[in-house]
Nanobody, 126 residues
Framework: QVQLVESGGGLVQPGGSLRLSCAAS????????MAWFRQAPGKEREFVAG????????RYADSVKGRFTISRANAKNTVYLQMNSLKPEDTAVYYCAADFRINDYVALGIDEYDYWGQGTQVTVSS
């Protein structure tokens, strides 16, 4: 069984930065896409950022482009989300997801991902 564990969430002031981490344990393919989703109270879960197995294929939601950066460790079993210039509207529970693939593609749909973490709370407030 594959397990994803997020960490790095917390309370931060507007304009501040956080780095989220997602570590995968158990059996995992050497070619897979990983992504971050978020869900705020009363809203649907939405795609934030994703990265394919080539590390050159990345996708970002328009709301975070230019502020957030997704990256992977050399071992390919850990993904990071560097969040800069945080805004109050970024407040949400952030989820890590994994999509095992043989093609270099980042999917946007929730149903495309095979494994999910428990989520980590990010709160942006003064």
């Amino acid at each position: 069984q594959v397990q994803l564990v997020e960490s790095g969430g917390g309370l931060v002031q507007p304009g501040g930065s956080l780095r989220l981490s997602c570590a995968a344990s158990g059996s995992i393919f050497n070619r897979y896409a990983m992504a971050w989703f978020r869900q705020a109270p009363g809203k649907e879960r939405e795609f934030v950022a994703g990265i394919g197995w080539s590390d050159s294929s990345t996708r970002y939601a328009d709301s975070v482009k230019g502020r957030f950066t997704i990256s992977r460790a050399n071992a390919k079993n850990t993904v990071y989300l560097q969040m800069n210039s945080l805004k109050p509207e970024d407040t949400a529970v952030y989820y890590c997801a994994a999509d095992f693939r043989i093609n270099d593609y980042v999917a946007l749909g929730i149903d495309e991902y095979d494994y999910w973490g428990q989520g980590t709370q990010v709160t942006v407030s003064s």
